[in-house]
């Protein structure tokens, strides 16, 4: 580790400490907390120094495409999960109908380690248009690891079909007297308000994967 800050050392150490113990590789935010780094933005730039010393290697779609290059790990677990299509993170967008969300006539599928589904059922994955979740680091382009709930509490983001409109979006959820708040997570934005009886709850955000251009 020649010509590594003391800051790298300790990343590669987390790293190397995190495999052996989990079996998969560590997230931005893990390595954050476990390493007591100011931000997610100071733990990116590390690794792209990491990466480009050949210590570590990227894949740049997943968010915990971690590999150690310096010590061999057992293969990570995979799951398959179906890809329903796009929802909007903005202004809603149409989606073909309520048939979209069924996911036993989806043949698109995509592998996630296991980790992120954590044995949950009816979980599936759509892509993200639009940057309403910027501040949640959803942004457009990503995809959103979802699991189909009927219901969520306060706070929780989501997907939620307006009947009315016949529109899908991704916002957190409030429920308000009288009405259901959708809070888009960019303070350029603002809220969606609907009628209770509008709004259907298709899902939860359960993960997040990452696009990195």
């Not at 997230?27 to 007591?36: E, H, T, V």
């Not at 290059?69 to 109908?97: E, F, Q, R, W, Y």
């Not at 959803?138 to 997907?159: P, T, W």
Request: proline letters at 6%; charged letters at 25%.
């Amino acid at each position: 580790m020649k010509k590594l800050s003391d800051k790298q050392r300790r990343i590669i150490k987390f790293i190397d400490r995190f495999l052996d113990e989990k079996g998969y590789p560590p997230s931005i935010r893990d390595i954050q907390a476990g390493c007591k780094i100011s931000s997610t933005s100071v733990v990116d730039y590390n690794l792209n120094i990491l990466e480009s010393k050949g210590h570590i290697s990227r894949h740049a779609e997943v968010s915990r495409g971690i590999k150690l290059l310096t010590k061999t790990h057992d293969k990570i677990n995979m799951v398959s999960v179906p890809v329903i299509g796009t929802i909007a993170a903005g202004v809603p967008i149409p989606v073909p109908g309520p048939d979209t969300w069924d996911v036993a006539a989806v043949s698109d599928t995509m592998n996630v380690p296991q980790e992120l589904t954590r044995g949950r059922e009816g979980v599936y994955a759509l892509k993200v248009k639009g940057t309403s979740m910027i501040d949640a680091l959803i942004n457009d382009g990503d995809i959103v690891l979802m699991q189909q709930v009927s219901a969520v509490e306060n706070g929780e983001m989501a997907a939620v079909w307006l009947k009315s409109e016949k529109e899908a979006t991704l916002k957190k959820v409030y429920a308000e007297p009288e009405r259901v708040r959708l809070q888009p997570a960019n303070t350029t934005m603002k809220p969606i308000y609907a009628v209770p009886g509008n709004v259907e709850i298709q899902g939860r955000v359960i993960g997040v994967i990452r696009q990195v251009s």
